[in-house]
């Protein structure tokens, strides 16, 4: 794996409307993620955070389709420049967020540098939804729906080209809350999913055996976007979606191992930690081992 890292905070919470997720790369970098890194043997540039525009918070409220978008496009394509200029320079991304919404500028400066960029999608939720389909109107519920090139051409064509990912390049790993819509799309583009059942059926090992080798054979980078709701409750709860019946940790850690034994992953983003709604700083905490892991930590 790159030895260079730029981390790229987000302190963005405009995809939802739960507060306090804008603290989340704060959260992660006082759990010590700087130093965890230092001591693997990486070089590290924060970057800090990306500047995130301020919103008349009544209007938040109100039931639009698509909530904040204008500041959520705002926002996505600073942090495709930001991302797209670290990659240039040959660093590694690493990008802490704030809402899974911020997906959507990540994959839009990863994908720029790829013909054939695959996706592992770490979460309870397929974020499949477009303003069609999404019950509340939350970004932070369609950025890989976005990514596909579906949805409002203000995020699809987001830093001048549509399709970010194709649909056969993508794996989805621990789903457990799927709208009707996302199911329904899941099934007319062939995307690959490992539900929470399949995880249960198969075990842990399988299940990233079969995602490494799925994605290995037909792409040129990899990103991992792991969103902390794909934790079980119990070992993440400062999230603001959680869904129980989750991943373990212990099984976070073995698929952060397995993936960095395959040397697959070129960028990741950790999201959705909420301090706020944690118990004294737990998931960033959480966050930040599983980051241990995936840059080469060992137990031994």
Same mark, same amino acid.
């Given at each position: ?163 970010? +990912? ?74 603001? &979606? ?28 950790? +999201? ?10 737990? &998931? ?17």
């Amino acid at each position: 794996m790159n030895k260079n890292i730029s981390i790229i905070g987000v302190p963005m919470d405009l995809g939802q409307l739960r507060r306090g997720v804008d603290m989340g790369p704060s959260a992660i970098r006082y759990a010590g993620i700087v130093e965890r890194l230092e001591d693997l043997n990486y070089e590290i540039e924060d970057l800090g955070d990306i500047e995130i525009g301020q919103v008349d918070r009544r209007l938040i409220q109100q039931n639009h389709r698509l909530r904040n978008l204008k500041e959520v496009a705002g926002a996505s394509e600073k942090l495709a420049k930001a991302v797209d200029d670290a990659i240039i320079r040959k660093q590694f991304p690493l990008v802490f967020g704030g809402d899974h919404s911020i997906a959507i500028g990540t994959l839009a400066g990863v994908a720029k540098h790829y013909n054939h960029l695959g996706v592992i999608w770490y979460d309870a939720h397929g974020d499949l939804n477009t303003s069609d389909t999404s019950p509340s109107g939350n970004i932070h519920g369609m950025p890989l729906a976005v990514s596909l090139g579906l949805g409002d051409p203000t995020l699809t064509g987001l830093y001048g080209y549509k399709q970010k +990912v194709r649909p056969e390049n993508i794996v989805i790993i621990g789903a457990r809350s799927l709208d009707d819509g996302e199911k329904k799309l899941i099934k007319e583009l062939g995307i690959k999913v490992y539900t929470m059942h399949e995880i249960d059926r198969l075990g842990m090992t399988r299940v990233m055996e079969e995602s490494i080798a799925y994605l290995k054979e037909k792409t040129d980078g990899v990103h991992l976007s792991l969103d902390l709701d794909g934790l079980d409750p119990h070992d993440a709860p400062g999230v603001g &979606t959680p869904v129980l019946g989750g991943i373990s940790y212990r099984e976070s850690h073995l698929a952060m191992e397995m993936l960095e034994e395959a040397k697959i992953i070129t960028s990741a983003e950790f +999201v959705e930690v909420n301090p706020i709604l944690d118990d004294r700083n737990k &998931t960033a905490s959480v966050a930040v081992a599983l980051m241990g892991s995936l840059f080469g930590e060992k137990l031994l």
